[in-house]
């Protein structure tokens, strides 16, 4: 009889009760679904939306109400792990004609494609009519290529380059930009620029574009695209820009976008049709459009806003109510540029008559805010003081808006 010598299998690792729950943790958390952006709607519902897709149809997810339009949308943020990498100058910055300006690595043309590469995936590839201005020196302010970009030409492009320490601008056509040289047509010659030279490029704009994009995509280098949101599927966004030109942006690499519902009016869009303001003991300040009324980022508490008005302690400001609408909502608060300090009283009035008043301090927390304003033909905003008279009083209507309901 052959023996025969089986090895001997080791023994198992003993199983200690802080293990068995640290592997029963890392299992549950492994099978918990992906987190989805977080969406907000114009009456301030918010949804976590996993596996979100965006069609002509509209917006799908497990989580989210069935017939949802981007008009029904006010807000779309992204909730993804990945932390934010810390937003660095840009070498170049291209703006759009659309809308926005994005942080590029590397820009060259050809064909009339302008190719922008930068840190959030493939390169970007835009029609060069999409583009306003490509700025090789961000940082450097220059009032000539300030007016060019506010008026530009309709037929021929505007070259702005360093000449002896001093920069000087040209008029023509640009064919090419390669990572040397800037070639463009002057009085019927091409010349080539060293690139080095090149300030900065305004491109001629035949047709500006005459609407608002619907949607602002906050992306995660601090770029800023402005267009519509065509669709979303597979991790791409299809973004139209500037008339008919798309392009793809990678889903990750979207911070937030905020949409411009065709249910909404922003009052900062709007012309008051009177105004009032009066300053007791501070200096009196203008009230202001999608700023503080110190011209700042509009910001209560941490969370900062894109659209509202800035107002100083006494203020009034009146408008024409269109037809259709039937609520004001904002989020009203004192500035944080205010410090906590502040003590203000903010009031909604229609046609004369009071609909909404509130104490605020610099301490208190921002407060959404919704008063019916249906058949009304005025609305007036009022901010008054507080204790202090108008010390501090930095008030904010962050995202104040008319919104109609849903036909």
Request: proline fraction near 6%.
């Amino acid at each position: 009889m052959v023996s025969r010598d089986f090895p001997t299998r080791p023994s198992a690792p003993a199983i200690t009760l802080p293990s068995l729950l640290l592997f029963f943790v890392t299992s549950v958390a492994a099978q918990q679904p992906v987190a989805g952006p977080q969406i907000t709607l114009l009456d301030g519902k918010t949804y976590s939306a996993a596996d979100l897709k965006v069609t002509a149809a509209g917006l799908t997810a497990p989580a989210l109400p069935a017939g949802l339009t981007l008009d029904d949308v006010r807000l779309i943020t992204s909730t993804s792990a990945t932390p934010l990498p810390p937003v660095e100058k840009p070498e170049i910055l291209v703006e759009l004609a659309g809308g926005g300006s994005i942080a590029a690595k590397q820009v060259t043309i050809a064909d009339d494609q302008c190719i922008i590469a930068w840190s959030l995936g493939e390169p970007l590839k835009v029609a060069i009519d999409a583009v306003r201005a490509i700025r090789f020196q961000p940082t450097v302010v220059n009032d000539e290529f300030g007016k060019s970009l506010a008026a530009p030409a309709a037929d021929l492009d505007r070259v702005f380059v360093t000449l002896e320490g001093k920069i000087d601008s040209v008029t023509g056509l640009v064919n090419k930009l390669t990572e040397t040289e800037l070639a463009v047509e002057l009085d019927g010659q091409v010349r080539n620029l060293p690139r080095e030279r090149v300030f900065g490029v305004v491109v001629a704009l035949a047709a500006p574009e005459s609407r608002l994009p619907r949607c602002t995509f906050q992306l995660r280098d601090g770029s800023i695209v402005g267009g519509d949101l065509v669709s979303l599927e597979a991790g791409k966004a299809e973004v139209q820009i500037a008339g008919t030109n798309k392009i793809e942006i990678p889903w990750e690499a979207v911070q937030r976008v905020t949409v411009r519902s065709a249910r909404i009016a922003y009052l900062s869009d709007l012309k008051p049709t009177a105004v009032k303001q009066l300053a007791f003991v501070t200096l009196a300040r203008p009230w202001q459009r999608d700023r503080s009324v110190t011209g700042r980022t509009l910001t209560l508490g941490s969370q900062t806003f894109e659209k509202g008005i800035g107002v100083q302690a006494q203020n009034e400001l009146t408008f024409d109510l269109p037809d259709d609408y039937e609520v004001l909502a904002a989020t009203i608060g004192i500035d944080a540029d205010a410090g906590g300090k502040g003590d203000c009283i903010f009031e909604v009035h229609v046609d004369g008559q009071r609909l909404f008043s509130e104490r605020v301090r610099g301490s208190d927390p921002p407060r959404d805010i919704q008063v019916p304003v249906a058949r009304g033909k005025q609305l007036t905003l009022s901010v008054l003081p507080g204790a202090d008279l108008d010390l501090a009083d930095h008030a904010d209507w962050a995202e104040v808006r008319l919104m109609r309901n849903k036909k």
